[in-house]
């Protein structure tokens, strides 16, 4: 069952901002796809496309913030300055050639440059039963980890919606979650990307190429001293369309989105 609370919150105080551009942002990019924000002091929504928002995915990489959250509370590693070592081999065809992330390398590292092979190696340890039950009571995802891999959050039938992203995103703010302070503060510490005089951004990219299809993920929240806000942009493209500019467009256009809303400069 989804954070109720919400849900309530989205049917309730659902605005149409006819004053924001939504549509050039992704129409510059070629791309389709949809940004939600959350203003979590006056705990209003702000859709470029509510149905898309929806939509349940693939996460692909941005997995991560709960995973390195799960390996660390099940003790796989007992911090992110843990060195996980290269496996000496990795596949190129699902995963591309990345030959700058081919050797040991720190889980925090990992997470920063997503060096998938190292989050992989850590699921073989978690295992699958363990990732049920802290999927379950993280309200995180559809729950369906059917593929035989242990890299199931880029391949397979397990999925996640962008509203469903920023409720948990919520939590990990606030931090009700089933992990200890530590590993919270561990996690949020991990995943500031971007930090300026006025504001700071806490977030992760993800990107998967699934069937005829390219899916772009950006999620993660900005820290002001006045509120926060928390985003979720997905794109998608079939992958017989050459865009060399999809991963950036990601965060170009969030950003454009968030400008517009007077969230960033």
């Not at 590292?109 to 989050?119: K, L, R």
């Not at 820290?223 to 965060?251: H, L, M, V, W």
């Amino acid at each position: 069952m989804k954070a109720t609370f919400l849900l309530i919150t989205l049917l309730n105080s659902f605005q149409t901002f006819a004053q924001i551009d939504f549509t050039t942002p992704f129409k510059d990019c070629n791309i389709e796809g949809s940004t939600s924000v959350y203003d979590y002091k006056n705990k209003k929504w702000v859709f470029s496309n509510s149905n898309d928002a929806r939509i349940e995915t693939l996460p692909a990489s941005t997995f991560k913030i709960i995973n390195l959250l799960i390996a660390l509370e099940t003790q796989v590693i007992k911090d992110e300055n843990e060195i996980v070592k290269w496996v000496g081999k990795t596949d190129t065809t699902l995963y591309g050639y990345r030959p700058d992330i081919y050797k040991d390398m720190s889980v925090k590292e990992a997470f920063e440059v997503s060096a998938g092979w190292v989050f992989i190696e850590l699921a073989k340890k978690i295992g699958k039963e363990k990732y049920k039950h802290y999927l379950k009571i993280c309200q995180y995802g559809n729950g369906n980890l059917s593929q035989n891999d242990a890299d199931f959050w880029n391949f397979g039938n397990f999925a996640i919606s962008p509203i469903n992203q920023i409720e948990f995103l919520i939590k990990v703010y606030e931090e009700k979650l089933p992990f200890s302070k530590k590993n919270m503060e561990i996690l949020k510490k991990v995943m500031i990307t971007e930090k300026t005089y006025a504001y700071s951004i806490r977030s992760k990219t993800g990107w998967t190429r699934v069937s005829s299809q390219d899916i772009g993920w950006w999620v993660g929240y900005i820290e002001r001293n006045d509120n926060t806000y928390f985003f979720a942009t997905r794109i998608t493209k079939k992958r017989s369309t050459i865009n060399p500019e999809f991963g950036q467009c990601r965060k170009d256009i969030t950003k454009n989105i968030l400008r517009q809303l007077n969230v960033i400069e």
